[in-house]
Nanobody, 124 residues
């Protein structure tokens, strides 16, 4: 069982930055590929970014390319999402997920564990 706890969300003005963190409880954390997803009100959860178990491979949704960066620190059991140039449409609850895989995984239905989410609100 992997427990994931997100933090770092909040209210920020458009153009600003936030850094989300996800802490994992599992000692075998390095065996999991990780991802960030988001869900806006009235919309389905969507893929944002993913990182391989080693951290050597990353993948991004087109709408965040060049603005967001996913990274991980296996020594600390942490995953991060650096979000720059935030837009109002980035407003959502952001979730961290873990999947027992080596490579990046886009399909959220394949993820085994999820955090409780952290709210990101971008104002104009």
């Amino acid at each position: 069982q992997v427990q994931l706890v997100e933090s770092g969300g909040g209210l920020v003005q458009a153009g600003g930055s936030l850094r989300l963190s996800c802490a994992a409880s599992e000692r075998a954390f390095k065996n999991y590929a990780m991802g960030w997803f988001r869900q806006a009100p009235g919309k389905e959860r969507e893929f944002v970014a993913a990182v391989s178990w080693s951290g050597g491979s990353t993948l991004y949704a087109d709408f965040v390319k060049g603005r967001f960066t996913i990274s991980r620190d296996n020594a600390k059991n942490m995953v991060y999402l650096q979000m720059n140039s935030l837009k109002e449409e980035d407003t959502a609850v952001y979730y961290c997920g873990a999947v027992r895989a080596a490579r990046t995984v886009v399909d959220g239905t394949l993820y085994h564990y999820w955090g409780q989410g952290t709210q990101v609100t971008v104002s104009s």
